[in-house]
């Protein structure tokens, strides 16, 4: 327990460029506070103390605002960044080296039984606000974009956005960005209008050309 501690508070420092001090992670990240809680509620649940291991998360949830059932797998160097809203159902499972931002949700659809939450492999992205939900699984490497609404696989080293979201990276494309910037993943509306935007000027030239020799 006291290894991955210290493993989560490190990733913390290392991943955000806000923190200045051990003592600041220890005292200021409810992500920290959430995944401490989680541990030994998880611990808990494993030895079928459910109601003692979900008041455990509950008093989590409303200090940090962040829930995470106990039943839920939590790998290493977990790093959940300003973590208000999120929200981790029972059966998910988050590989290691996993990213999270505010009002993420690896959840159910409300259809399934027995494995209802995503699996998540290692070294994985998910953007603010985007929704996991159901018995899939995200591959390692992908990148999931802000707002996303994922309801199916995703395979590893892509990058996924959109409602309902769609793969716009796969595997074999260098990807240069940083784990932490947004603002580099693509936005398939935005390239579809530069396409028809393209075609549009197209036909005009040959309009254009068109007018010319007649």
Same mark, same amino acid.
């Given at each position: 327990?006291?290894?991955?501690?210290?493993?989560?508070?490190?990733?913390?420092?290392?991943?955000?460029?806000?923190v200045?001090?051990?003592?600041?992670?220890?005292?200021?990240?409810?992500?920290?506070?959430?995944?401490?809680?989680?541990?030994?509620?998880?611990?808990?649940?494993?030895?079928?103390?459910?109601?003692?291991?979900?008041?455990?998360?509950?008093?989590?949830?409303?200090?940090?605002?962040?829930? *995470?059932?106990? %039943? #839920?797998? $939590?790998?290493?160097?977990?790093? +959940?960044? &300003?973590g208000?809203? /999120?929200?981790? =159902?029972?059966?998910?499972?988050?590989?290691?080296?996993?990213?999270?931002?505010?009002?993420?949700?690896?959840?159910?659809?409300?259809?399934?039984?027995?494995?209802?939450?995503?699996t998540?492999?290692?070294?994985?992205? *998910?953007?603010? %606000? #985007?929704? $996991?939900?159901?018995p899939?699984? +995200?591959? &390692?490497?992908?990148? /999931?974009?802000? =707002?996303?609404?994922?309801?199916?696989?995703?395979?590893?080293?892509?990058?996924?956005?959109?409602?309902?979201?769609?793969?716009?990276?796969?595997?074999?494309?260098?990807?240069?960005?940083?784990?932490?910037?947004?603002?580099?993943?693509?936005?398939?509306?935005?390239?579809?209008?530069?396409?028809?935007?393209?075609?549009?000027?197209?036909?005009?030239?040959?309009?254009?050309?068109?007018?010319?020799?007649?």
């Amino acid at each position: 327990m006291l290894g991955r501690l210290k493993e989560d508070m490190k990733t913390i420092f290392e991943m955000d460029p806000a923190v200045k001090s051990y003592l600041e992670v220890i005292l200021c990240y409810p992500g920290l506070h959430s995944i401490i809680c989680h541990r030994i509620a998880h611990s808990l649940y494993r030895r079928r103390l459910f109601l003692v291991s979900r008041l455990i998360s509950q008093i989590s949830r409303f200090f940090t605002g962040i829930e *995470i059932h106990p %039943g #839920a797998v $939590i790998g290493r160097r977990f790093f +959940i960044d &300003h973590g208000s809203g /999120i929200v981790i =159902g029972e059966t998910a499972e988050v590989g290691d080296d996993v990213t999270l931002y505010q009002g993420v949700t690896l959840g159910g659809t409300g259809k399934d039984k027995g494995k209802r939450h995503p699996t998540i492999g290692n070294n994985v992205t *998910i953007g603010s %606000g #985007a929704k $996991i939900l159901g018995p899939i699984t +995200i591959g &390692h490497n992908a990148k /999931i974009g802000a =707002g996303a609404v994922v309801v199916r696989c995703i395979p590893a080293n892509s990058t996924a956005v959109g409602v309902p979201a769609h793969v716009v990276r796969k595997e074999g494309i260098d990807e240069t960005y940083i784990d932490l910037n947004h603002t580099d993943i693509p936005d398939p509306l935005e390239d579809e209008i530069r396409e028809l935007q393209r075609r549009v000027s197209e036909l005009e030239r040959k309009l254009i050309l068109n007018e010319s020799t007649t």
